[in-house]
């Protein structure tokens, strides 16, 4: 599955993509670009994006600021105690641990404990320096320049080099690599883009401008991690990397066991002796093991679930609002939903705060069927919020020619509640849904070209991590021939605005493009967004801190502390 959409799972956004410790960076876009705060609105969680304009010359300077290294999760208050054991539950991956074809965030997790990104993505989405320190573009975003940070070894001793950072990219452009990151650069980066300048810097040429070009190298493109280069796709069995643990043992069965990387880059870092990760076969044993004291955390925490948890004995729900989503997916191509109208009713029959009290626990915020999230600073302003209208759903169908309208509901587990949720409320409406489970491995099996039920059944559920930018939902789920365009749609004024949007170097051009994609969107309803996730992450307050949550369900365990 290529950048994969989904799913920081549940990241999918249940879990879908943390507060930074000691100093401060920003990241410098294009000329033109304003300074922006945007704040959300779960849980009192900010979501600042500092997108700092720069003064024009020979280079747009897109680097990281002074003070120091920036890491993902929150520091521990006052002297951080080193040593200890993190326990913490995650379902089994249900493929290969494999950083260039992961998808699904148990993989995930695993990866990022012993691999690092040339930028890291914290939970208010700033660009934090990793194995970069800085970064730059050149001929208006055509180019873009990083220096890498000095003294990085990998975990075998071998230095971290720009011809490992090449190699990565190379990786995950490859076709034969069948890379989860591949939809990502789709008419961005290709391949023959990379080059070096001496054993520090990496060149990144691009196939046209693309203002957010260094996200799409951060870990919000979370299979970019940096790999030797001569990785050959065996992580579990040689799992060598530059992150802040070493993988110690990994049973697909049961679970992984980390120890504490000495040859980690940053001084003192991490304060763990190591990570014990045991797998559980569904959610609630997950959560049981947590509240019983068999586990100190937990990778992938759903809401619905941990949510009622807060404030009750030891277990701390850290919470934050994210831009995961669970995509509503309708083939256009197919009937009914070949009809404009029959795909509007389906949207005017959901009752939008309903999912988000029962899925999320209230801590998402309401889609309203486009993909410019409100925390996404060109987000439209001005396109009605949709809203349960049974009077409206009535008339659509009719002008459909609809009489009864039925169909089945495709999803794997962990998009179970959102499904029934579907069900009970278009039942209301006098809509027949039946539930398709399948599980995550049928799912998102098969040939991705031309049977896998996630990209190819008429209906179906698709957990989405979160994303930084629009255009990593928007090219590869809506454009025409995207990828992991399940619902066939294809509009050429939204393949036109999609491309001016991504090389547009002003706010106003951007806040137009933009309006022109989700309008086209929210008339057309190919995939139906009735809430953006918030992701929360239970953990045991009394034995530990530093544990955080993060849009996409990401894990920086190294600034973890116990106490």
């Not at 993505?121 to 180019?143: C, M, N, Q």
């Not at 679970?255 to 870092?269: D, H, I, L, Q, S």
């Not at 304060?271 to 076969?281: K, N, P, Q, S």
Request: net charge negative.
């Amino acid at each position: 599955m290529q950048e994969s959409p989904h799913r920081a799972p549940r990241n999918a956004p249940r879990s879908a993509p943390v507060p930074g410790g000691p100093g401060h960076e920003t990241l410098s876009r294009l000329p033109g670009l304003s300074r922006r705060l945007f704040l959300g609105a779960a849980g009192g969680a900010a979501l600042t994006g500092l997108l700092a304009a720069c003064a024009g010359g020979a280079g747009d300077t897109a680097s990281a600021g002074g003070g120091g290294p920036r890491t993902a999760a929150a520091s521990p208050p006052g002297t951080p105690k080193t040593g200890g054991v993190l326990r913490a539950g995650s379902p089994p991956p249900p493929t290969a641990v494999d950083p260039v074809t992961m998808y699904d965030g148990s993989a995930i997790a695993i990866v990022q404990l012993v691999a690092d990104y040339l930028i890291w993505l914290d939970r208010d989405f700033e660009l934090v320096p990793r194995l970069a320190e800085k970064w730059e573009s050149e001929e208006g975003g055509r180019r873009w320049v990083f220096s890498l940070r000095k003294g990085v070894t990998f975990s075998d001793g071998t230095p971290l080099d720009a011809k490992a950072v090449k190699a990565t990219f190379d990786r995950l452009l490859d076709p034969k690599s069948k890379s989860a990151a591949a939809a990502a650069f789709d008419s961005v980066l290709a391949r023959g883009g990379i080059d070096v300048r001496g054993d520090s810097t990496v060149v990144f040429t691009l196939e046209r401008a693309f203002s957010d070009f260094p996200y799409l190298v951060s870990a919000g493109n979370y299979n970019a991690v940096i790999l030797k280069e001569d990785y050959a796709g065996d992580f579990t069995a040689r799992p060598v990397g530059t992150g802040p643990f070493l993988l110690e043992s990994y049973d697909a069965s049961s679970g992984a066991v980390f120890t504490r990387n000495p040859k980690y880059w940053e001084p003192g870092k991490p304060y763990l002796d190591g990570v014990r990760i045991t797998f559980y076969a569904d959610d609630q044993a997950d959560l049981l093991a947590l509240q019983s004291g068999e586990i100190d955390a937990q990778i992938l925490s759903r809401p619905a679930l941990a949510g009622p948890l807060k404030g009750l004995g030891d277990i701390v729900v850290d919470q934050v609002q994210g831009t995961g989503l669970t995509a509503f997916t309708l083939r256009v191509d197919q009937p009914p939903f070949d009809r404009k109208e029959v795909r509007q009713a389906i949207a005017y029959a959901l009752d939008r705060p309903g999912v988000n009290a029962g899925v999320y626990d209230g801590i998402g915020a309401l889609g309203n069927d486009h993909l410019f999230a409100a925390l996404f600073p060109a987000a439209p302003p001005d396109v009605p919020q949709r809203a349960k209208d049974p009077a409206k759903v009535a008339s659509l169908l009719a002008a459909a020619g609809v009489e009864k309208l039925s169909f089945a509901l495709t999803y794997d587990p962990p998009s179970k509640d959102y499904a029934l949720t579907v069900q009970d409320q278009l039942k209301q409406v006098g809509i027949e849904v039946e539930l398709d489970q399948r599980t995550s491995g049928d799912f998102y099996g098969g040939d991705q070209e031309k049977d896998t039920p996630w990209l190819f059944t008429r209906a179906n559920l698709v957990g989405w991590a979160g994303r930084a930018v629009p255009s990593q939902f928007i090219i590869p789920m809506v454009k025409s021939g995207g990828v992991w365009n399940g619902s066939k749609y294809a509009n050429p004024a939204l393949d036109a605005a999609t491309d001016a949007y991504d090389s547009a170097t002003t706010d106003e051009e951007r806040e137009a493009q933009a309006a022109i994609i989700a309008k086209a969107l929210h008339e057309d309803v190919p995939v139906i967004i009735a809430v953006w996730s918030g992701t929360v992450r239970a953990y045991d307050g009394k034995r530990f801190t530093g544990v955080a949550a993060h849009p996409s369900s990401y894990v920086d365990f190294s600034s973890v502390s116990r106490l």
